[in-house]
């Protein structure tokens, strides 16, 4: 079983030919609500991946909630976990454009997780092959889910997003970091790349189209990415996680698990909305096996 800490959010998605200038006005050509939030997003890629999986978080008492948690529920993601608070569920305004995206997220019911209820959750925490964090959740619920996984010997995926909610202080008990070029120059500098030697195959820095990179003890690995026609990048990095969670779990060669996650995001972004593209195994073991990279 993987658990995954996380937020869910209600997507709120406006497309548009292009991205307005500061206070400048233009005109959208879509509006819809997906379902998202990075911790439901890899929780619904894990699911589809063929994993069990199991999500702690929250939603409000809002018809968002009811949508959310039935959304999860039809993935076949184990929802018992996740708790009703009064107030909103947590949402992101995403805006879509020119292949690209910009969001903002407010996090309503996520921010209602506290450090006492993952303690009362610490049994459903060890009992995981697998957890995977990232940063939409309140900071000290995140350093706490990686205490109690360090303590009992159960290894952690912490994708660092949004990087501004990192502190050093997680660093010595996540078993795998995975920021992407962005969030590893805000958390190591310029020169991240000398971060991958401290810590060999548990950094892995995700790259977009050009793939990922490791240092595996004796080299660089750069994992190639494979080519992919873009309709909505969002949810791309989560589907990476999630699916490289499921790799991980399988036991499968760090290598052969970053190239499997490679695979299933360059998949997840031909197609709209940030769980609407996220693959079957199948399909990601066809890409893995008709490319040549």
């Not at 619904?44 to 978080?57: D, E, K, P």
């Not at 921010?111 to 049994?123: K, M, N, P, W």
């Not at 050093?168 to 969030?183: K, V, W």
């Not at 195959?201 to 490791?214: D, H, M, P, W, Y």
Request: aromatic letters at 6%; proline letters at 4%.
């Amino acid at each position: 079983m993987i658990t995954v800490v996380g937020s869910i959010n209600m997507d709120l998605v406006v497309k548009t030919d292009n991205f307005p200038k500061q206070g400048e006005t233009t005109l959208g050509n879509l509006y819809t609500t997906v379902p998202g939030g990075k911790g439901a997003n890899q929780a619904v890629a894990v699911a589809r991946l063929g994993s069990a999986v199991q999500m702690i978080g929250a939603v409000g008492q809002d018809a968002f909630g009811n949508e959310l948690l039935a959304g999860l529920k039809s993935e076949g993601v184990l929802i018992e976990q996740v708790k009703r608070t009064d107030g909103t569920s947590g949402i992101a305004n995403i805006l879509l454009s020119e292949g690209d995206n910009r969001i903002i997220v407010v996090p309503g019911a996520n921010h209602s997780v506290t450090t006492g209820e993952i303690d009362a959750l610490a049994d459903q925490l060890v009992a995981s092959e697998l957890v995977v964090m990232q940063l939409e959740m309140p900071i000290s619920v995140v350093q706490r889910t990686l205490e109690i996984c360090h303590e009992s010997g159960v290894p952690s995926i912490l994708n660092p997003a949004p990087a501004s909610g990192f502190t050093a202080e997680m660093l010595p008990f996540c078993t795998y970091l995975t920021p992407n070029e962005t969030e590893a120059e805000e958390i190591f500098g310029k020169n991240w790349e000398k971060a991958l030697e401290k810590y060999p195959n548990r950094l892995v820095v995700t790259l977009g189209q050009k793939g990922a990179q490791f240092y595996d003890g004796e080299k660089h690995v750069l994992v190639a990415g494979f080519p992919a026609k873009a309709v909505d990048t969002t949810g791309a990095g989560d589907t990476f996680n999630g699916a490289l969670a499921t790799a991980l779990v399988e036991g499968k060669e760090f290598e052969w698990a970053v190239r499997f996650a490679n695979a299933a995001a360059s998949l997840s972004v031909e197609k709209f909305g940030a769980q609407g593209g996220m693959p079957k195994r199948s399909t990601v073991l066809e890409r893995m096996a008709g490319a040549r990279i």
